[in-house]
């Protein structure tokens, strides 16, 4: 009995180093994985893809502001700027003096100016005593494709992706190449660059644009601040 005790006994001492030896090896079985595992991690094409599409959906539409009403000098625009003339060459506003032009004007929306520029998704206006202050979205951002990935190590990369202008009945007038900006001044046309919105959003092509992005345990790729 003493030496079934004994036997017994050697067995049990020699199954625990062994539990702790296979534990051990688990251990470092499950770290060797993980570190091929990550030192593989790439951000694919497809993967790429919807984080770019969301910095696309999330940029800025280029804007024209202008005001109707009784426009003076000395406002956030003055009475001899372009787009007035622009867009009453358009036939969305009529544009009356009073007194020195220069100084001094009446604008309008026409009837088919009030059609197109209050049928624009996103537009907004701001009654004040004798003006009403437009703010009118020109065109939005189409995304075209990921253009490739470049990582940086395995939780960072480089996404360079493409998108073109899709711009809106307002933003084809405010188009650089349309015929009705082409027939004013140099300088107006700069203007109506610098100012208010006008681009060449017909014949730009896709424009090429990248983001960064990081991969973390809890939220996998995710768009970072370059």
């Not at 020699?14 to 990550?38: E, K, N, Q, R």
């Amino acid at each position: 009995m003493f030496e079934e005790d004994l036997e017994l006994e050697k067995k049990q001492s020699s199954i625990i180093p062994m539990a702790l030896i296979a534990i051990l090896l688990c251990a470092i079985g499950y770290g060797v994985y993980y570190v091929i595992h990550d030192s593989q991690r790439k951000l694919t094409v497809e993967e790429a893809t919807p984080l770019a599409q969301a910095a696309v959906t999330a940029m800025k539409a280029p804007t024209l502001e202008f005001h109707t009403g009784t426009v003076v000098y000395g406002m956030k625009e003055n009475p001899s700027d372009p787009h007035f003339k622009l867009l009453a060459k358009a036939g969305l506003v009529t544009v009356k003096p009073v007194g020195d032009p220069r100084l001094k004007i009446n604008v309008a929306l026409t009837e088919k100016g009030k059609a197109l520029i209050e049928g624009v998704p996103g537009m907004t206006k701001k009654a004040d005593k004798d003006t009403v202050d437009y703010l009118v979205p020109l065109a939005t951002h189409k995304f075209n494709k990921v253009e490739g990935v470049t990582m940086q190590g395995t939780t960072h990369a480089i996404v360079g992706y493409s998108w073109t202008w899709e711009p809106n009945d307002l933003g084809k007038v405010l188009d650089s190449d349309s015929p009705l900006v082409k027939s004013m001044g140099s300088y107006e046309r700069q203007t109506l660059i610098d100012k208010y919105g006008a681009k060449f959003y017909g014949s730009a092509g896709p424009q090429k644009t990248r983001l960064a992005a990081e991969f973390t345990s809890g939220k996998g790729w995710a768009l970072t601040q370059q």
